[in-house]
């Protein structure tokens, strides 16, 4: 389990990027975002073996769009719920998931992810 407490540039533009990187061997974590602004993303790496990377609502899921990035393009998934997670599958081993942040600005945004090896 690795947890992540990051904090947007409150000086910074709106079209700021935070990024975070899971560890190879890290299967599932929380986000705190303080004063998200932005964008963050989230990004996981195998070196060899597929998966999913996840985001599931927490406690206090605020965004705008989640897209999945593959080979530079971003497409625009569904938001996660209670019910569903947000996924993309890796391709060459990696996945990304570019999250934009709420459009007033928050004093923070929270979810979870969860990384899900292929069979």
């Not at 600005?105 to 090896?117: G, L």
């Amino acid at each position: 389990i690795v947890n992540y407490s990051v904090i947007s540039n409150l000086s910074g533009s709106h079209d700021q990027v935070v990024n975070i990187t899971v560890p190879k061997d890290c299967l599932f974590g929380d986000v705190d975002w303080n004063y998200p602004r932005g964008s963050l993303l989230l990004s996981h790496a195998t070196g060899g073996k597929n998966f999913q990377l996840c985001i599931e609502k927490g406690w206090g899921t605020f965004v705008t769009q989640v897209q999945e990035i593959v080979n530079g393009i971003a497409k625009t998934l569904a938001l996660p719920t209670e019910e569903t997670p947000t996924c993309t599958k890796s391709t060459n081993s990696e996945a990304a998931l570019l999250i934009s942040s709420p459009s007033a600005q928050m004093y923070m945004t929270m979810f979870n992810y969860r990384i899900i090896p292929e069979k």
